[in-house]
């Protein structure tokens, strides 16, 4: 059984962007009041019979309270120090200017108490829901203190108006009533708005974290497993899973908790009758179940065994139905499930690897191909030096023998002549069939150009090599496509013939040439030693 590290496939973004943000935020602050203004004028101009103050009583203290809120803007834009401590100092004076305005006309009973409500509203919603509390509590200490110290008829001589309305200890009351109830309202969904934007936030990072991460990952199993920790890192679940096939063997990934390990666990099969899988690829969209049934979905459910609240999302690769990605968020309760939204950006998480899935894949088929010879289907000279290069760094690391063979097909311009090119071409796929069907699975038979191959043999001494060659041999002549068809080879040895990859090739070819110029239809083992100084040759004659 394998497992994955954990990997942190979110982080949070910088503090600067959040400061960033504030501060644009509490920017509008100074155009709510403007807004303040324009409609205390448009209040004096068009209705002065119900706010009874006049544009000349209001003007002078209206334009003070703006250049004071300009300024303060000023400062807090220009200045990093202490800018937050004047946003507070300001805020209390939009009550006093409000307070001071609404006064001559009644106060809680004016028209413009209406400003109050949206001056708590705007302070909570680009502020916070702390300075629209805050802000609450001010406007009631106001609306407390002006009848209590009888201000009223102060703050009238003061804009110029004769005669002051009182209002009663109950407007007062409702008045006040009425900002906590704003104030507590805006708060309540200013708090679950922001919650939901900085889930949101927090999901879109991870995806995009994820999405980096994938950026040079080529292995299935570990895009999948990237996949599976980033679902329940970056969602509210308990545990994941998925099935996956690709081939012939199917693979199981489960991940018991968000700080555990992803687990490759062995898995049958996912039978047709799973059949909340069935409803998960036809569909092409997330399943939610509240329980998984053994009996009518075996393989999904052995995966998460008793799993509750299960979310069931399709993992389909270049429009097949390649796996189920079964996440459990958890909970009895009949509302303990997923809503809709967290649905569709766990199917963007799928979705992004579904392509990630699909990249890998071409990518790998573009390597494949560009590694084997097109018309036998084995190896290419590329992936033979390759290949060669890697064994013997291991073969020198690990102290055992390497051997090589070489083959030439005898007389193949006779061949050529005899059967057409087609006849030469089948001949040489025919042959390659042979050679591949010899080796162990650990071997590499390439086609090493023309009418040449070779199998590059690890862990394979010369005794070992010969027997190999002469099983070749004996398939060879008695395949019904190569009748009269025979091979000359050569055999050489890592460490008994040479000691690096360059020397070995050339050993096999002395060999070889030894087999063609002694008759062909046989192979010949190197006589070379290591502190052999010949020069490289070429591996045909």
């Known amino acids: 059984m394998s497992s994955h590290p954990p990997r942190a496939l979110w982080r949070a973004g910088p503090a600067s962007a959040e400061l960033t943000s504030l501060d644009e935020r509490l920017g509008l602050l100074l155009v709510v009041r403007i807004g303040f203004v324009l409609l205390v004028m448009l209040g004096s101009l068009f209705a002065s019979d119900q706010v009874i103050v006049s544009v000349t009583d209001v003007g002078p203290l209206s334009a003070a309270y703006l250049v004071v809120a300009a300024g303060a803007e000023w400062y807090r834009r220009s200045q990093l120090k202490g800018r937050m401590l004047v946003h507070r100092l300001v805020l209390p004076l939009d009550a006093v200017y409000l307070a001071v305005i609404s006064t001559p006309s009644g106060g809680p009973r004016s028209p413009l108490v209406a400003l109050f409500a949206v001056q708590l509203i705007a302070v909570t919603l680009l502020g916070s829901p702390r300075a629209g509390l805050r802000t609450a509590l001010w406007d009631t200490f106001l609306f407390v203190l002006i009848p209590a110290l009888s201000l009223s008829g102060r703050i009238g001589q003061f804009l110029g108006v004769s ?277 162990r699975e650990m071997d590499l038979v390439s086609r090493y150009g023309g009418e040449e191959f070779a199998i590059i043999l690890p862990r394979c001494d010369q005794h070992d090599a010969i027997r190999v060659v002469e099983r070749i041999t004996k398939a060879v002549r008695q395949h019904p496509d190569l009748v009269a068809i025979t091979l000359s080879s050569g055999v050489a040895t890592i460490p008994f013939n040479a000691p690096d990859g360059l020397s070995l090739v050339a050993a096999a070819d002395e060999a070889l040439y030894e087999s063609k110029r002694t008759g062909r239809d046989r192979y010949s083992v190197s006589a070379r030693r290591p502190d052999s100084t010949r020069s490289f040759g070429s591996l045909g004659v």
């Open 163 to 439: 005669q002051v309305a009182a209002p009663s200890t109950t407007e007062t009351t409702v008045a006040i009533l009425g900002f906590w109830v704003v104030a507590g309202c805006t708060s309540i969904f200013s708090a679950v708005s922001e919650r939901e934007l900085r889930r949101s936030k927090a999901e879109m990072s991870a995806l995009a974290e994820m999405a980096s991460t994938l950026e040079n990952v080529r292995e299935e199993e570990e895009i999948l497993a990237i996949l599976l920790r980033a679902l329940v890192q970056a969602f509210p679940l308990k545990r994941g899973a998925l099935w996956y096939t690709h081939g012939t063997r199917p693979l199981g990934l489960v991940l018991p908790s968000a700080t555990g390990e992803v687990a490759n666990v062995p898995v049958p099969p996912l039978a047709r009758a799973d059949r909340v899988a069935v409803l998960a690829w036809g569909d092409r969209e997330p399943q939610l179940v509240r329980h998984l049934s053994p009996d009518d979905d075996p393989v999904v459910s052995g995966l998460l065994p008793e799993a509750a609240n299960v979310a069931v999302l399709p993992l389909q690769v270049e429009g097949n139905n390649s796996g189920i990605i079964v996440l459990e968020h958890g909970g009895h309760r009949l509302k303990a499930r997923l809503p809709r939204r967290t649905l569709v950006m766990l199917a963007q998480f799928a979705g992004h690897a579904s392509l990630t899935l699909r990249n890998a894949r071409l990518l790998a088929e573009r390597e494949r191909l560009a590694a084997i010879d097109g018309l036998t289907g084995l190896a290419n000279r590329r992936e033979f030096d390759q290949v060669l290069s890697r064994e013997v760094n291991r073969a020198e690391r690990s102290h055992e023998p390497l051997s090589l063979v070489v083959f030439d097909v005898d007389h193949f311009k006779q061949i050529n002549d005899s059967r057409g090119h087609l006849g030469g071409d089948e001949v040489l796929r025919s042959i390659g069939s042979v050679l591949a069907g010899a080796v």
